[in-house]
């Protein structure tokens, strides 16, 4: 069983475009996130949400909007797709919000725009 | 704010070669230290972690031992293999910030 799963694994799509992509975890934890990964391979967090509250939003264009509707599930919902939007998006999730606590990642979404 | 810088890559090295790629933080308060692997295609993976000074992480051959003194946290494994090659994260949390900091990543690959 996939621990943390997101799909879909690969998104080709058009300039100006809105998408989805879905993360959904069976390991019971609290808290979850979205990273977005460069083509330099360079990862930064963009949001967290523990038990479904967010609980970071780092410096993200509000085209791109978090959605928790459980604590197992976090969706990252992209408007007006621009060509700098193009990396691989990690989910992760871990126990809880505690610092020693490791994260579990999911297998990626690249994402390249058109 | 908090910062990890790793070594750059990529590290080219041959199979049974000793292994080390160095990472340094900046944290304000007193972080956790992690590394991570990711293997291509695949998301990323803990490889070892350590939550305080003097902690030695270690797994797979691996280690790495948090050092206050000299805010570093190097990772080493005495023999690589082929199966080795991936990219490699260092990272940090801190409590203030609640969220991990990463290097930018080193790759590694193993030749036979």
């Known amino acids: 069983d996939t621990a943390v799963s997101q799909t879909p694994k690969y998104l080709v799509t058009q300039m100006g475009n809105d998408k989805s992509i879905k993360c959904e975890q069976n390991?019971?934890?609290?808290?979850m996130y979205w990273y977005k990964q460069d083509s330099k391979k360079f990862l930064k967090i963009m949001f967290s949400?523990?038990?479904?509250?967010?609980?970071i939003n780092e410096t993200v264009p509000n085209r791109f909007s978090p959605k928790s509707p459980d604590k197992a599930h976090l969706n990252l919902h992209i408007n007006s797709l621009e060509l700098g939007d193009s990396a691989v998006y990690f989910c992760?999730?871990?126990?809880?919000?505690?610092?020693?606590?490791?994260?579990?990642f999911g297998d990626g979404t690249r994402l390249s725009i058109l | 704010g908090d910062s990890v810088t790793q070594m750059e890559g990529p590290v080219t090295l041959s199979e049974e070669a000793f292994l080390t790629i160095n990472c340094t933080y900046t944290?304000?308060?007193?972080?956790?230290l992690f590394w991570y692997v990711q293997y291509p295609g695949e998301g990323l993976q803990l490889l070892l972690k350590?939550?305080?000074?003097?902690d030695k992480g270690s797994n797979k051959g691996f280690e790495a031992t948090y050092r206050k003194e000299t805010t570093s946290f190097h990772l080493e494994k005495g023999s690589v293999q082929v199966s080795d090659s991936a990219v490699y994260f260092c990272?940090?949390?801190?409590?203030?910030?609640?969220?991990?900091?990463f290097g930018t990543g080193t790759r590694l690959t193993i030749i036979p």
């Open positions: 944290a304000t308060g007193y972080p956790s």
């Open positions: 990272a940090l949390s801190d409590g203030g910030n609640e969220k991990l900091t």
């Open positions: 992760a999730s871990s126990q809880d919000r505690a610092v020693n606590q490791p994260q579990h």
């Open positions: 390991l019971g934890h609290d808290t």
């Open positions: 949400y523990n038990n479904k509250e967010l609980i």
């Open positions: 350590a939550t305080k000074a003097d």
